[in-house]
């Protein structure tokens, strides 16, 4: 293979230490996609199709999607074994301005954003419910806010409290050392997993079925469909984030695929065992009409003292994908300071730990301003579309280095160009519809309707702006 500005990625990222296992990865894979998704999601799907095969398939197809995805971010990710992700493989494609953009929206939007978004709801719902037989707990009190102008600027409640301590103490954890971290990652990820194939198991297993019907008609089966795979395809996010800590994975070429594809397959087993363990004991009719699935199936079997286990293991979830996504982030905004996305002084490791503890750091900063102002979910509609049009950019990636640097690679992708071609497709639909659902306004008739346009703009803004600015410099 012929050399390629890719080559000096992996010398920069060579001072990190290769501590990440297959196990760990493993665990960072199935962390980050195992999340509150699986319990939300089935409800929408049995209402888009009400019939038990069409249910059954589209839990199939989202998990073909997922590791269609997989195996190209498996070979960009051996191709450069780096730490950044898509902010690595769209500026080796593409150039420094789509890197640029693409960090930042990764760093300050996804990263960051996501890390508030899902440890706020753990202080809302969880810790309130587990707490519930012993102390009632009021998550929206105020403990602390800032007001000036008519506007409140900072206002911290109980649950956004507990956000910020989780915050914190997974920050600190990070910061100490990627093998401990990686550790917790484990624990957190491998007993709800354990435990959610086990009950799974055991409904098909031992339960008797419940309801009556298995199925009803549907108008529009083509439309339904379509949104059934729409509301499926976000529960099963962060199938790629193993690609964000590739400067740390040690023997890189075989550590990453496994756990990329691994996961992914693990998630898909696991996902589609859980939602015909749903479909079984509520049926199609019940599954439609409840808001959470997990725990609606728990309290036909065990009543409320059963759904605080649900409770339990859907918290133990959404801090393992918090972990996970502080993990990967720390990494992007190091990337980006090592290349001068980022002010260059970010982009060194702790002298004792070994890690890069100021983009950690900065990130866990970003996101407590976050939950402070309450701006997260602002944030994360802003930068929806253009997040999704990352993954797919991604994809092109790999048609454009395939093309100039030829297929040697560590790991070449399993059916290419069939699977990453099917990605490319979907994902490109997915941005469509979103699009669409933005412009037409079809969710709620305001300005809110706009904000993913806002955010796709103010991602080409960045990319034109850096674009200009570079060629200007030289």
Excluded at 100 to 118: Q, R
Excluded at 134 to 154: Q, Y
Excluded at 351 to 380: D, E, H, M, N
Excluded at 411 to 431: D, E, H, K, N
């Amino acid at each position: 293979m012929k050399p390629s500005p890719g080559t000096k990625e992996p010398e920069r990222s060579s001072a990190q230490p290769r501590v990440i296992g297959t196990l760990g990865g493993l665990s960072i894979v199935v962390g980050s996609m195992l999340g509150i998704g699986i319990f939300l999601s089935p409800s929408q799907v049995a209402t888009h199709v009400p019939c038990t095969w069409g249910y059954l398939v589209v839990w199939v197809i989202s998990g073909l999607i997922a590791f269609s995805g997989a195996v190209a971010y498996a070979e960009l990710g051996t191709r450069f074994p780096s730490a950044g992700g898509d902010y690595v493989f769209l500026k080796e494609a593409f150039g420094p301005s789509v890197g640029f953009a693409s960090g930042w929206l990764l760093f300050i939007g996804v990263f960051a954003g996501s890390v508030a978004t899902m440890a706020v709801p753990i202080g809302h719902y969880q810790v309130p419910a587990l707490l519930a037989p012993w102390i009632e707990v009021d998550p929206d009190a105020s403990l602390f806010s800032v007001s000036g102008l008519g506007v409140t600027w900072l206002n911290l409640t109980l649950s956004r409290a507990v956000g910020v301590v989780l915050i914190v103490v997974l920050t600190l954890l990070n910061v100490i050392g990627t093998r401990l971290s990686t550790g917790v990652q484990f624990a957190l990820t491998a007993l709800p997993v354990l435990l959610l194939a086990l009950g799974s198991a055991y409904i098909f297993l031992l339960v008797e079925p419940t309801h009556a019907a298995l199925s009803r008609q549907v108008e529009e089966p083509v439309v339904g469909f379509g949104r059934a795979i729409l509301a499926v395809y976000f529960a099963f996010a962060g199938w790629n984030s193993i690609a964000y800590v590739g400067g740390e994975m040690a023997s890189p070429g075989k550590t990453i695929p496994r756990s990329l594809l691994g996961g992914t397959v693990v998630i898909t087993a696991l996902y589609l065992l859980m939602a015909g363990a749903f479909l079984y004991v509520l049926g199609i009719d019940g599954l439609s009409s409840a808001c959470e699935a997990g725990t609606a199936t728990v309290r036909v079997l065990a009543g409320e003292g059963g759904a605080v286990w649900v409770t339990a293991l859907i918290a133990l979830a959404l801090i393992g994908s918090v972990n996970a996504t502080i993990l990967a982030g720390g990494r992007v905004g190091w990337a980006m300071a090592r290349s001068g996305a980022l002010r260059r002084s970010l982009g060194t490791l702790h002298g004792r730990y070994q890690t890069p503890s100021k983009t950690l750091l900065l990130q866990g900063a970003v996101a407590i301003l976050f939950v402070l102002t309450g701006s997260f979910q602002l944030l994360l509609e802003l930068a929806g579309v253009a997040m999704m049009l990352m993954s797919t950019l991604t994809m092109v990636a790999l048609f454009v280095i395939r093309r100039r640097d030829g297929t040697a690679a560590p790991y070449r992708a399993t059916l290419y160009p069939w699977l990453p071609g099917f990605f490319l497709l979907i994902s490109t639909a997915v941005i469509g519809a979103q699009l669409y659902r933005a412009a037409a306004g079809t969710d709620r008739m305001s300005f809110a309707s706009f904000y993913p346009l806002i955010g796709l703009a103010v991602f080409v803004a960045m990319l034109v702006g850096h674009s200009l600015w570079g060629r200007k410099e030289r």
